[in-house]
């Protein structure tokens, strides 16, 4: 008989980190408490905001639990949800038949790299949540999720943001693994750090060398992972979350947020590297130009 842990311990041919055997780990760690109702709450109003939303087909990649793919089959979208875990994706498969009854919702067992043969498209709008950041190579999964996009087509795409990551490490007093950059996760057993935590500075330099617009930018939960204490009553909640609205996209503080939230644009015409922006994405609210 095969082991059940066995499996914890062990990457994917592409050196990716996947979810069998944890599903119930990840549903309590990341979403089981403030942080979760944090990160849906600010998508509930950033998503809209953020992207131009007309009931488009959507292509779910890495769609884990659910959570994000029934947020858009709530508001009418089609749903195409890929995930290479088979018990994640069970799990979703349960949350979104009880939203949608089956109508306009499909399931992919897949990973990321076999989306170009099971899923196309072309997409007019992709959303790609928490997923770069557990694959061994972020930078190629990017290009893949740009191949499957439409001349027009959006890709939401949030990474966890190692800037964060360090920044939070020096706050618990890991002085040493901060000034190592020792950051990275192992992709061992039960634990869950992210095996690849990217920068902002990586995802504009891919999404130029890619010929993406970077049409916007969030930081999701700039202040709840540096509090000592998580908030102890529903006023405290309030206040965090107004807290957590108001500065999202508000400069400097959008860049200490556990997330990164993008819109990535692909142009309708080709894009030449003699045209690439130099400077910063548009429509961003409250910031001085990125370097």
Known sequence: MTDPSSSLSALSDHGDRHFDGLADKFAASLYGGIRGELRL??????????????????????GGLGQ???????????????????????RAREALLEISAGRGVSFIPATLQALPERAPGPWSLIACHAVLEWLGDPRAALAILAGLLAPGGQ?????????????????????????????????LGKRLTP?????????????????????????????????RSPP???????RLFALEWQYCRADPHWRLGRYLLYTLVRPDAPVSSASLPASSPTSLQNQEPLP
Request: hydrophobic content about 45%.
């Open 41 to 62: 709450a600010l998508l509930d109003r950033l998503l809209p905001e953020m992207l131009d939303l007309r009931s488009q087909p959507l292509l779910d990649v890495g």
């Open 68 to 90: 994000l793919a029934a947020w858009f089959a709530r508001r009418g979208h089609p749903v195409t949800l890929a995930e290479p875990s088979a018990e994640m994706l069970e």
């Open 155 to 187: 890709l939401s795409l949030m990474v966890f943001n190692r800037d964060a990551l360090r920044f939070s490490n020096v706050a618990k007093g890991n002085l040493q693994k901060a000034l190592d950059d020792r950051l990275e996760g192992k992709g």
């Open 195 to 227: 095996i690849s935590p990217l920068t902002h500075a990586q995802i504009m330099a891919w999404s130029a060398e890619l010929g993406l617009d970077v049409r916007g930018v969030a930081g999701v939960r700039v202040f709840h992972d540096y509090l």
């Open 232 to 238: 102890q009553s529903d006023a405290e909640r309030e």
